[in-house]
């Protein structure tokens, strides 16, 4: 199908050009590049930013640019812009041996997706109360970090051709223990992050369901052989019932039907869809008060809004503290773009609210007089 001709060039488009940001991230190819344009145009950063600092940074409003496809047409980001996802697919693709109908099997929809709005419940509580956490596990956070930290620091270890001097980050092995993990459920569960984790795509699944355009079943012409299912991303069920919340509106779906029931169309009849994300009312309340707890014991564990300590000192230009933890999504761009290595991420000398925010360690470097960098590339303005 030549729809699906063109996501596949937009996905690696967009991943392509992620990685390059990510290379030019750096002293000496900056070059004013915009760098953070993938975080800028990140629904659930700015959505999360404004609820904790009840503002909208100005470069934030890149992500209505998103909101507007998700609004028409579903979950596209998913399956055609993140490139965390797609290579959640191209990790599924090399490696799934898997036959069809173990295939088909995998890609029904199970409870445990669920899961991704109970983790965007937490984060939103939290970040009500001015602790933004979303960046633990928001997939452009998650990656842009990753590839600071751990995966271009291990590439340019035998190379040494990323960095203009070598940089080294503490306990790096953990961000990049925890990026390895999410790459390597996809051998258990197809798009595991995507289906079960990611906070963004439960968002977006939140906001698809005003979507006007959906997959629709045509029930004359479906036998029920359920090929549909044998690449469905999202495990949407499209051979019942869409759920509408869970489509990454791939069109793989559409692709596999020998039988030609299955189409993209508008306004379809609503007893066709699952129109709301399966969540149950006692487990969104029970996320949400984990999320106000964490907030309340973080911060009472490890309160440096009050107490200085030697060793954290933010980058330079940082807002106060509190504003910092209400702005701050620990994705680690001025740790990337830091020249002299001395900008390193946190663990728990912050407290545990801190954890992967970025903090000085004259060990590691010194701070090169009149650079500016670290507050150029930050995407929240923290």
Known sequence: MRITRVRVAAQAFFILLFLFFAFVTQFGYLKGYP???FLEADPLVAIATAISTHAVYQGLLWSLVILIPTLLLGRVFCNWICPFGTLHQIIGWLFNARGNDEKIQSNRYKKVFALKYYILTAFVLAAIFGSLQIGLLDPICLLARSMTTSVLPAIDQPTEWI???PHVHQLGWVVGGLFLFFVAMNLAIPRFFCRVVCPLGATLGVLSRFSIWRVERDTQKCVDCDLCLQRCEGASDPHTNLRKSECFVCFNCIDDCPYDALSFKALPPPAHEVTYPDIARRK???AG?????????SRRSGDLTKNFKKEVIRPPGSVAEPDFLERCIK???CIRVCPTNV????MFESGVEGVWTPIMNMKMGYCELNCTLCGQVCPTGA
């Open 343 to 346: 900008l390193q991420p946190a």
């Open 163 to 165: 960095y203009v001097r």
């Open 35 to 37: 760098v953070s344009l």
């Open 289 to 297: 008060l984990t999320g106000l707890l964490f907030f309340s014991l």
């Open 331 to 333: 994705c680690d761009q």
């Open 284 to 286: 969104a309340i029970f």
